[in-house]
């Protein structure tokens, strides 16, 4: 077999990887670049020219995963599961105004086993930052080789890791993300944590904005705890009401609880009479227009940075005791609709407080992953210092982008 990381030995996001048996080859994941510089524009074959490829698998639906999936060439199977395409679909409609996804995708399911020629693949869920996100083993001449895709061990499902681990078993090859290998190795804190955290910076507030992935659900059971602790209404936006009724119920919201409310920002209110919008808008009409009277309490709402306008007009009605939590990953602030948007809260006399637990793997949980599945070859990938994984393993092996590895 072999296995290449097209890219992604250099960077976090935006990254792919290649492997092939002797009569299948396959892409894993196909994303946007997080800084938005495509690197490797087209692939032959993949992209451009007669298909090579018998399939694209996407773990998850982060744009930096599978933002790209339309630039496959239609001949090319895309693997996915269904309710991760919705979850795409619903955020980048309001997003991009561009969320269809123009092309057809086989559904992946948990713990279902897949063939493509002669690789057996199975998806396992695992703890992320983002609903539904799967682990893939990849099964074929004998070996064995897992994909971890973006994990973790620390979030409210961070117990699935090891039940995972312990299902998948023994492995010959692991292909690791490494988003954390660059900063510090310490333990990070839990959902959990990040709650108390919030509550004890923000229980002086009246009104606590959340600046936060929509596609985040452990962020918005989050905020739900920290609402309950300090006595707040939970409002949430238009989009992550939309993408609740997606992936659960089990979270209170606008469809299910009188005590959440839904905001309509500007930028979708003056859209809402068409056609794409209307489906999302339509079913949260009367939860809507009930929300006025919340915005005068005591509230906790999510918040997008293409919300700014809305706020400004906020804090001029009703934000006379508010402060704006970042919750996000750092490196977003380094982009100038961040630094546009933090700045404009410090000329409002907002405050900013930085809170905030990854979504990925940190070294307990890159433990945990060699310990039970004891790889004979560890490839590290998404990741800016891949050579930190020899901290965790003797097996580790580093590749450059398009280098093959033979196994």
């Known amino acids: 077999m072999k296995v290449r990381i097209l890219k992604g030995t250099n960077q976090i996001g935006g990254v792919f990887t290649e492997i092939s048996s002797k009569e299948a080859k396959i892409i894993i994941d196909f994303g946007d670049d997080l800084d938005g510089v495509k690197r490797l524009e087209n692939i032959e074959g993949l992209t451009t020219g007669k298909p090579v490829y018998d399939g694209v698998l996407i773990t998850h639906n982060h744009q930096d995963h599978m933002g790209r999936i339309d630039d496959i060439l239609d001949d090319v199977p895309v693997y996915m599961s269904d309710l991760s395409r919705k979850i795409f679909e619903t955020v980048f409609c309001f997003a991009k105004n561009k969320g269809k996804i123009h092309r057809k995708t086989i559904n992946l399911e948990e713990e279902k086993t897949i063939t493509i020629k002669d690789m057996k693949i199975t998806p396992y869920i695992v703890d992320h930052s983002a609903y539904n996100s799967f682990m893939l083993l990849i099964e074929a001449e004998g070996k064995r080789i897992l994909h971890t895709g973006d994990f973790r061990n620390h979030g409210y499902k961070g117990s699935l890791l090891e039940n995972t ?6 492995i010959d090859l692991l292909i690791t993300e490494g988003t954390t290998l660059s900063r510090e190795q310490v ?18 507030y009246d009104q606590v904005l959340m600046l936060m992935s929509t596609t985040n659900i452990d962020r918005v059971t989050t905020m739900q705890r ?7 209404t939970v409002i949430h936006d238009i989009v992550l009401s939309n993408v609740l009724q997606l992936v659960t119920q089990k979270i209170p919201n606008a469809l299910n609880s009188k005590n959440v409310g839904v905001y309509l920002p500007g930028s979708v209110y003056i859209k809402r009479d068409k056609e794409e919008y209307k ?14 009277k919340l915005l005068h309490g005591k509230f906790i709402m999510n918040i997008r940075v293409s919300m700014l306008k809305d706020i400004e007009r906020l804090k001029d009605k009703v934000l006379n005791n508010c402060c704006v939590v970042y919750s996000m990953w750092e490196g977003y602030q380094k982009e100038e609709i961040y630094k546009k948007f933090l700045n404009k809260m410090k000329e409002l006399n907002i405050d900013i407080y930085s809170l905030h637990v990854s979504g990925h793997a940190d070294y307990t949980a890159f433990n945990q992953v060699i310990e039970i599945t004891k790889p004979n070859v560890v490839i590290p990938m998404h990741t800016e210092n891949k050579e930190k994984i020899k901290d965790f393993t003797d097996k580790a092996v580093i590749l450059e982008d398009m280098e093959a590895f033979n196994f």
């Open 165 to 170: 681990l312990k299902k998948i078993g023994k």
């Open 187 to 204: 333990k990070s804190k839990t959902e959990t944590e990040l709650v108390d955290d919030i509550v004890e910076k923000t229980k002086n």
């Open 226 to 232: 920290v609402a309950n602790k300090t006595g707040k």
């Open 279 to 292: 489906k999302y808008i339509e079913p949260f009409k009367e939860r809507i227009n009930e929300t006025g």
